[in-house]
């Protein structure tokens, strides 16, 4: 977990670990990719069977699913007018009465929760006062204020700080790295940890963030391509479902302030071009997630080329 999010999850620890924990939360941001990776960890560690001092235990069944965890319900926006839509809602309230969970327990994530209309909320009020047995939900949202008071009012907030510059520059320091670079690993692969870790898929990262960043400023996409080898089309789906999901957020959210959005710069593909795109993308990164081989020249030519097309029809 990076070093800045200490103190928030310390918080949430304290309440998990207290005589009636919370089985709704929400985590307000400034920026969504850090508080992702805040909801992400929680999400986990609740469904861990084995949570040691509340952390994931990172060995018993659960947490050895690769993600999507099939226990997970994630709502999140859809369709051109990016909200939550209703029939989502029912349906995830629906999987969470009728049917069976791995160890009993579930968690439902809805985010960006600014992002659900009024029946939704309704929906999901009625169902937060009276949760399905194991179910526990998760908000996370850059406004609070959108979401209705009822709802809000039962939930536990907690506040997702960003780091402060004189922080950032601390832990990059005793890391012996940059804090610019810092930042951009955890935007890209949520682990800003990797540089020390796997310095050659933060290498990846920022090669492939690059490429869209040249792409999307008109460069040819079979030029791009051509340096890349046999690459790990993990890293650099990930890579790319992030970029989609930032450049998604950007379009709903007042404030973003993550080194993606800056990098791409507005305006943006649609969001349901971006939808689509990220799709293509997670055909990929299920194949090579599940270890079947993928080529990579080709799945990397042929999102390369979709990504040049959907910039294609972002009015100059
Ligand atoms: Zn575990």
């Given at each position: 977990m990076s070093p800045w999010l200490k103190s928030s999850w310390q918080s949430v620890l304290e309440s998990l670990q207290s005589a009636s924990p919370p089985h709704a939360w929400c985590l307000t941001h400034t920026s969504a990719v850090i508080a992702d990776s805040l909801t992400d960890h929680l999400a986990h560690s609740l469904l861990c069977d084995a949570p040691r001092k509340g952390e994931p235990?990172?060995?018993c069944v659960s947490c050895r699913i690769p993600d999507p965890h099939p226990d997970i319900l994630a709502l999140g926006p859809e369709g051109a007018a990016g909200m939550i839509k209703i029939d989502a809602v029912r349906e995830a309230i629906e999987v969470a009465y009728t049917t069976a969970s791995m160890a009993g327990r579930r968690v439902m994530i809805v985010r960006p929760a600014d992002c659900l209309n009024q029946a939704a909320s309704n929906a999901l009020l009625k169902v937060v006062e009276e949760?399905?047995?194991?179910t526990v939900f998760i908000f996370q949202t850059a406004?609070?204020?959108?979401?209705?008071p009822t709802l809000l009012s039962r939930l536990r907030m907690v506040k997702v700080p960003v780091p402060t510059r004189q922080i950032l520059e601390k832990t990059a320091q005793s890391l012996g790295i940059n804090g610019e670079d810092l930042l951009l690993t955890d935007a890209l692969l949520a682990e800003p940890m990797a540089l020390q870790t796997a310095p050659e898929r933060v290498g990846l990262a920022r090669d492939v963030l690059d490429a869209l960043v040249r792409i999307r400023f008109g460069e040819d996409s079979q030029v791009v391509l051509?340096?890349?080898?046999?690459?790990?089309m993990l890293t650099a789906s990930t890579v790319m479902e992030r970029v989609c999901d930032q450049l998604i957020r950007a379009q709903f959210q007042q404030s973003s302030q993550d080194p993606i959005t800056a990098a791409l710069s507005a305006p943006y593909p649609t969001v349901r071009l971006l939808y689509q795109y990220k799709e293509r993308v997670a055909e990929v990164r299920t194949q090579a997630q599940a270890g079947i081989a993928v080529n990579s020249g080709l799945a990397l030519g042929s999102l390369f080329a979709a990504w040049a097309f959907i910039w294609t029809r972002v009015p100059r």
């Open positions: 235990c990172g060995e949760p399905p047995s194991g406004v609070p204020g959108k979401l209705l051509k340096p890349f080898g046999k690459v790990d």
